[in-house]
Nanobody
């Protein structure tokens, strides 16, 4: 119904940068909030950053000052610029969107398949 596709993950050395992207497509919708989460094997999924339709952002304390979330409302895309990466940032990163489908009353959550980010020391 609604598809989220992440891209931009890969292998980078500590101190380097990556830019993740997520594109939403499918049914007609109005996306209220988009977010990035991350999850390591055996660990709980962690909220990294959020951005609403007005451009307000929130960040986990562990990434604040290093990561920047942005979005293009017209294209229903969200990006995560990751700078000063450390091995602790190694995780699968997931895109999330809360969206109202056309004619809908309440928002629904949608998830991407995830993209691997690996930071070497």
């Amino acid at each position: 119904q609604v598809q989220l596709v992440e891209s931009g993950g890969g292998l980078v050395q500590a101190g380097g940068s990556l830019r993740l992207s997520c594109a939403a497509s499918g049914s007609s919708m109005h996306i209220s909030v988009m977010a990035w989460y991350r999850q390591a094997p055996g660990k709980q999924r962690e909220l990294v950053a959020t951005i609403n339709s007005g451009g307000d952002t929130n960040y986990a304390s562990s990434v604040k000052g290093r990561f920047t979330i942005s979005r293009d409302n017209g294209k229903n895309t969200v990006h995560l610029q990751m700078n000063s990466l450390t091995p602790e940032d190694t995780d699968v990163y997931y895109c999330n969107a809360a969206a109202f489908l056309t004619g809908g009353v309440s928002p629904r959550d949608y998830w991407g398949q995830g993209t691997q980010v690996t930071v070497s020391s």
